[in-house]
């Protein structure tokens, strides 16, 4: 137990004394936000929900895209 305190202590004091380091961390989780809600929303689109009405549809597509070699 008290190993894993010094861990989480070693990461707080370690974060805690950071000065460039939290603007890298505000960068990489803007970064993040960029990449997984902007991105999906203009790049990404819902291919399963918009061809197939159920969820039994699209597991079968996914299941076949999956098991059929490519010709």
């Known amino acids: 137990m008290k190993t894993i305190k010094n861990i989480f ?3 707080i004091d370690g974060y805690r004394d950071m000065t460039w380091g939290k603007n ?3 960068i990489i989780f803007i970064k993040l936000f960029i990449m997984f809600a ?3 929303l203009f790049f990404f689109s ?5 061809h197939f009405e159920n969820n039994r549809q ?3 597509y996914v299941l ?3 098991t059929t070699p490519n010709k």
């Open 9 to 11: 202590s070693f990461y």
């Open 24 to 26: 890298l961390w505000l």
């Open 38 to 40: 902007i991105f999906r």
């Open 46 to 50: 819902d291919f399963l929900g918009s």
């Open 58 to 60: 699209k597991s079968d």
């Open 64 to 66: 076949e895209q999956l």
